[in-house]
């Protein structure tokens, strides 16, 4: 199920191949005040898909790393250098765009990984609670 305008928006921008095979975004419904609920299951899937999304980032540095090397000015005039300075600095721009996006997927998934094992916990609790009572 895709959920709200977040869900319509991933799907707009990467479509269902980010989403995994059945194209949908994780998460129950029934989540108020800015949470969301999910089972254990659902929130192991989401940190994967979420891995496998900063990996794609990690190489994707890698291919713009090499992209540096590659800018040469194709002469010794001055707009043969002006050339080049524009493409350094749009690879420039490029890793740094690429930089916070990993810093950002690496920080989601810290949160979501925390959640999970503060979600195990609870439901571990839970379980010692209701079995204590029968």
């Not at 419904?29 to 999304?53: H, R, T």
């Not at 994707?60 to 043969?80: F, H, K, Y």
């Not at 524009?86 to 925390?114: C, T």
Request: charged share 20%; net charge negative; aromatic share 6%.
């Amino acid at each position: 199920m895709i959920i709200g305008e977040a869900g319509q928006a991933v799907q707009a921008v990467w479509g269902g191949d980010i989403l995994g095979q059945s194209g949908h975004v994780y998460g129950g419904g029934g989540g108020g005040g800015g949470q969301f609920k999910m089972d254990p299951e659902e929130l192991a899937s989401v940190i994967g898909l979420w891995e496998d999304e900063l990996d794609k980032i990690v190489d994707d540095a890698r291919t713009i790393d090499g992209l540096m090397n590659l800018v040469l000015s194709p002469g010794e005039d001055p707009a043969s250098g002006s050339f080049a300075s524009a493409g350094g600095n749009s690879i420039a721009s490029l890793q740094a765009q690429n930089e916070s996006m990993r810093k950002y997927v690496q920080d989601y998934i810290k949160k979501l990984k925390e959640a999970q094992t503060k979600t195990v916990a609870t439901d571990q609790g839970m379980s010692e609670t209701f079995g204590q009572a029968t």
